[in-house]
């Protein structure tokens, strides 16, 4: 069992950045594609981006192309979400996700793990 906590969600003016962070726990991390989901009020989580177990693949949703960045370090454990000029419609609860390939991952059909998510609020 892999338990996944998010944190790093707050309050920010549009324009400006912030990063969540993921950290797990348990049983391995190792082997694991990680991912961000996001869900606004009203609507469906849907997918952020995703990155393979060894960092080297990476895959962005359009909505946040060249200004969300996905990273991890394996030493901690952790996956990190660096979102720059925010816009308010970027506003959601965000999760995590942990599943066996970047397919899994991005197809939400075998995601293994969620957290419990992290709220982001984007000021207008």
């Known amino acids: 069992q892999v338990q996944l906590v998010e944190s790093g969600g707050g309050l920010v003016q549009a324009g400006g950045s912030l990063r969540v962070s993921c950290a797990a726990s348990?049983?391995?991390?190792?082997?694991?594609?990680m991912g961000w989901f996001r869900q606004a009020p009203g609507k469906e989580r849907e997918f952020v981006a995703v990155i393979s177990w060894s960092g080297g693949l990476k895959t962005y949703a359009e909505s946040v192309k060249g200004r969300f960045t996905i990273s991890r370090d394996n030493a901690k454990n952790t996956i990190y979400l660096q979102m720059n000029s925010l816009k308010p419609e970027d506003t959601a609860v965000y999760y995590c996700?942990?599943?066996?390939?970047?397919?899994?991952?991005?197809?939400?059909?075998?995601?293994?793990?969620w957290g419990q998510g992290t709220q982001v609020t984007v000021s207008s």
């Open positions: 348990g049983r391995t991390f190792s082997g694991y594609a």
């Open positions: 996700a942990a599943g066996n390939s970047i397919v899994a991952v991005t197809s939400r059909q075998q995601i293994a793990y």
